[in-house]
Nanobody
Framework: QVQVTESGGGLVQPGGSLRLSCAAV????????MSWYRQVSGKEREEVAT???????TYSRSVKGRFSISRDTTKNTLSLQMNNLKPEDTAVYYC??????????????WGQGTAVTVSP
């Protein structure tokens, strides 16, 4: 129904920057929100940042002021600009899209993830 693909991960030194991108392809009738999550092996997946249909953004406390989420509603793409990266930002980052594909009910679609490693 919807294919979500992330890109842009990699290895970066502490204090550096990375930009993650996400594209949602499919017959989305309406998108409620798009989000970035991250997960460290052995830990629960945590929400990093979300942009809602009206453009409002929310960030986790750990990334607020360093990360910036943006969305292109015409193309159903999502970006995450990550600045001043810290080793604790190391994780697999996932993009999620919550929306409606007719005739199905509202659902959340996930990408396969892109790995970010912050290390000297």
């Amino acid at each position: 129904q919807v294919q979500v693909t992330e890109s842009g991960g990699g290895l970066v030194q502490p204090g550096g920057s990375l930009r993650l991108s996400c594209a949602a392809v499919g017959r989305l009738y309406h998108v409620d929100s798009m989000s970035w999550y991250r997960q460290v092996s052995g830990k629960e997946r945590e929400e990093v940042a979300t942009v809602s249909a009206d453009g409002a953004t929310t960030y986790s406390r750990s990334v607020k002021g360093r990360f910036s989420i943006s969305r292109d509603t015409t193309k159903n793409t999502l970006s995450l600009q990550m600045n001043n990266l810290k080793p604790e930002d190391t994780a697999v980052y996932y993009c999620s899209v919550t929306g409606v594909v007719i005739p199905f009910p509202r659902n959340t679609y996930w990408g396969q993830g892109t790995a970010v490693t912050v290390s000297p």
